[in-house]
């Protein structure tokens, strides 16, 4: 049986094929149309994971659609007239979309595809579940999925147990966490679903100055995990903005301006919401474990992307052992949605898999040495065959000289984070990789920190984790650090084994690396390990500053040539900068860079 899962019209749209409940492909629209974050419908995304497959839109046996669109339309009807005449204005934006697309969508599966077969629509929520709890190693656990909004619910719980999933109770909206953090993403001057993990990144340089204000006036957090926001202080159900005034007047001022220069507010309005939003989500899964009584949890949402509240709920909290969706976020509702329509719409049975059925979420496209060597010889690019044999050992050597490596291995990965298949590596050990890297290749701001990939096997003398963390998701103290300083100083003081991977708290997002998911970048970090006895690489996401993460080899070429990278690993050939005649005049410096970007 093939099953198709589609998710579009918000952010990250995607699509996944399930043959038999077995994941065969899934990727987001944004890696095919380069336009980060796509919503749009995935044409591109649905001809890769049928061509993965093998089959046609004939050869589908179900579609499913990630929620129910009349609902969602009720929704926002519902909210518009509440809010008349405030609304208007967002109405008449969003409403050519809904009445030409968003409310036809069995005949545009029917123009698009050429299918007339069945369609299965589970809510939203559920879909978060389905894709939280079904690839799961348990075979019971309870589940929580927080986010924005869906239909409109924005907070769920429940729990599965075999090839079933039951919600229990939900907080509708506009009663939000995921939207409570977008506000103040919005008020530090951030784009609003993207810019959530800068202000995650941001928070440990502030103080949690503003956490009383927040609980007095904005949520009121309650012991059984439930929440309502005080609406008075936000504009995001009938405007186009997130806050007005009365939020302002409340923060001392207006909102910062994209770009801006960040302030001591900004810092301490990061760190005391992210507080917050760890104490709510603290309190649900306390609530969760007593009222379903699971020893294990799941997590699905966009709030699930927060790896620092994750970390907490596996140290602090009642759950034995926690697994999240590596695509937590609305592109892993096509996955869910299709789970839904294996398990529960069609009745087949589940057999966890002992690790989780996500394949190391390595289910995107792969390009063949073949199509790479003629990519290479299309562009008449000088190159150097060293053999995947080799190929370890070499980018090692180059790691430990200090050279910045483009990796491209492998399928792609499905979700935000690069996990060793479409990444940038760089040494750890040296204090000024963090902003190096930052400025001269990512052309992003200096404050965000970088994620280590360690080999599973060593991470515990690195980081106090408490579990695995294959997918970058969760944050613990690295051990042996100290940091000194306030604010942006104290990124020139940290003291640590691993200062390019250390963030100001001390902290990092960890990626635990398995020999038997990505065999060829653990044996990149055993070679790294024998050069310098350190099992850790810098591993950020191979992309630059708005760009979705590279997907053919065309990609990680052009993201190459146009910063500060030295080396290219594409497949078995290496391409280094040195190799061409005008590599110093294809980049630019730090200092063009920060003043273009506006960045410290």
């Not at 200096?446 to 963390?469: H, I, M, Q, T």
């Not at 020139?492 to 100001?504: G, L, N, Y």
Request: glycine share 8%; hydrophobic share 40%.
């Amino acid at each position: 049986m093939n099953i198709l899962g589609i998710s579009c019209w918000y952010h990250d749209a995607a699509a996944c094929l399930l043959r038999d409940g077995r994941i065969v492909a899934a990727a987001q629209e944004e890696r095919f149309t380069r336009k980060k974050h796509d919503p749009s419908f995935p044409r591109n995304a649905i001809d890769y994971c049928l061509r993965e497959g093998g089959v046609t839109a004939k050869d589908l046996d179900i579609v499913a659609f990630y929620d129910k669109p009349f609902l969602k339309f009720e929704r926002l009807l519902e909210t518009y007239l509440s809010y008349t005449p405030k609304g208007l204005k967002s109405f008449i934006k969003a409403m050519p979309l809904w009445l030409k697309l968003k409310l036809w969508i069995p005949d545009l599966l029917s123009k698009e595809l050429d299918y007339d077969g069945p369609l299965v629509f589970p809510e939203h929520h559920e879909s978060h579940a389905a894709s939280a709890f079904f690839p799961s190693p348990f075979e019971r656990a309870a589940f929580i999925t927080t986010d924005g909004v869906g239909e409109w619910a924005t907070t769920s719980y429940g729990a599965g147990e075999g090839n079933r999933l039951r919600i229990q109770a939900e907080i509708h909206f506009p009663h939000s966490l995921g939207l409570l953090y977008s506000a103040f993403t919005y008020f530090c001057g951030f784009r609003v679903n993207s810019g959530e993990y800068k202000l995650m990144g941001l928070a440990p340089y502030g103080e949690p100055r503003y956490v009383q204000t927040i609980r007095d006036e904005l949520i009121d957090l309650k012991d059984d995990g439930s929440f309502r926001l005080n609406m008075a202080y936000f504009t995001y159900p009938a405007g186009l903005t997130m806050t007005g005034k009365k939020f302002a007047g409340l923060f001392g001022g207006p909102p910062r301006t994209a770009e801006g220069e960040l302030t001591r507010r900004e810092m301490d309005l990061a760190r005391s919401v992210q507080m917050v939003t760890e104490e709510a989500l603290m309190n649900m899964a306390r609530h969760v474990h007593r009222a379903t009584g699971e020893a294990n949890l799941c997590l699905a949402g966009g709030v699930a992307l927060n790896c620092v509240a994750n970390g907490r709920i596996l140290r602090e909290g009642p759950f034995e052992r926690l697994w999240l969706q590596p695509a937590a976020g609305d592109a892993g509702g096509a996955l869910g949605a299709a789970l839904m329509a294996w398990h529960e719409h069609s009745g087949h049975p589940r057999a966890p898999e002992p690790d989780d059925a996500m394949q190391g979420a390595y289910l995107g496209p792969a390009f063949s040495d073949d199509e790479i060597e003629a990519f290479l010889d299309r562009e008449d690019l000088p190159c150097e065959y060293v053999g995947y044999d080799a190929l370890p050992d070499r980018v090692a050597d180059l790691l430990a000289e200090q050279k910045v490596v483009g990796w491209f291995q492998g399928r792609m990965e499905f979700g935000p984070r690069a996990l060793g298949a479409r990444s940038i590596l760089a040494d750890p050990r040296g204090r000024e990789v963090q902003r190096l890297v930052n400025l001269k290749i990512k052309f992003r701001e200096s404050f965000r920190p970088f994620a280590p990939s360690v080999l599973a096997e060593r991470a515990d003398d690195y980081f106090a984790l408490g579990d695995d963390s294959p997918y970058m998701l969760l944050v613990g103290p690295v051990r042996n650090v100290s940091i000194e300083g306030e604010g942006l100083e104290r990124l020139r003081h940290i003291d640590s084994p691993v200062p390019a991977v250390t963030h100001v708290d001390g902290s990092a997002r960890v990626q635990t690396v398995h020999q038997e998911t990505n065999p060829l970048y653990w044996q990149l970090l055993r070679a790294f390990e024998a050069r310098t006895g350190c099992p850790v690489v810098v591993n950020t996401s191979f992309n630059v500053r708005g760009e979705p993460i590279v997907c053919t080899p065309e990609d990680a070429y052009t993201c190459f040539r146009r910063t500060h990278m030295d080396v290219l690993a594409l497949g078995p050939y290496l391409v280094t900068k040195t190799m061409f005649a005008d590599a110093e005049e294809s980049v630019y410096t730090a200092e063009q860079i920060a003043e273009a970007y506006g960045l410290d």
